[in-house]
């Protein structure tokens, strides 16, 4: 089993920054990839930003490339997704996510793990 918690979120103005923190605890060595996804009220779950543990890739979903920024520190097991430039429209409860199968995760069906959430609220 692996648990996974945030912490970071909080209210900020639109153009501000946030780094939102995910603890990775348990059978950490299993983990392939991990994830950030968010789910805005009303819509569905989107990914965000992904991590590869095997190659150290990185990804983005096209909304938030050039503002994210997601990062590991393996000796903490921890990951962390630097949020600046903030837009109204990134309000959403952001999710970190772990896969012990695959290397690459871009949809919540490919998700092993999920942590609790933590409340993003970017105002205007």
């Known amino acids: 089993q692996v648990q996974l918690v945030e912490s970071g979120g909080g209210l900020v103005q639109a153009g501000g920054s946030l780094r939102l923190s995910c603890a990775a605890s348990?059978?950490?060595?299993?983990?392939?990839?991990m994830a950030w996804f968010r789910q805005a009220p009303g819509k569905e779950r989107e990914f965000v930003a992904g991590?590869?543990?095997?190659?150290?890739?990185?990804y983005y979903a096209d909304s938030v490339k050039g503002r994210f920024t997601i990062a590991v520190d393996n000796a903490k097991n921890t990951v962390y997704l630097q949020t600046n430039s903030l837009k109204p429209e990134d309000t959403a409860v952001y999710y970190c996510?772990?896969?012990?199968?695959?290397?690459?995760?871009?949809?919540?069906?490919?998700?092993?793990?999920w942590g609790q959430g933590t409340q993003v609220t970017v105002f205007s």
């Open positions: 996510a772990a896969s012990t199968a695959r290397e690459n995760i871009r949809y919540p069906s490919g998700v092993d793990y």
């Open positions: 348990g059978r950490t060595f299993s983990i392939y990839a």
């Open positions: 991590f590869s543990k095997s190659g150290g890739s990185t």
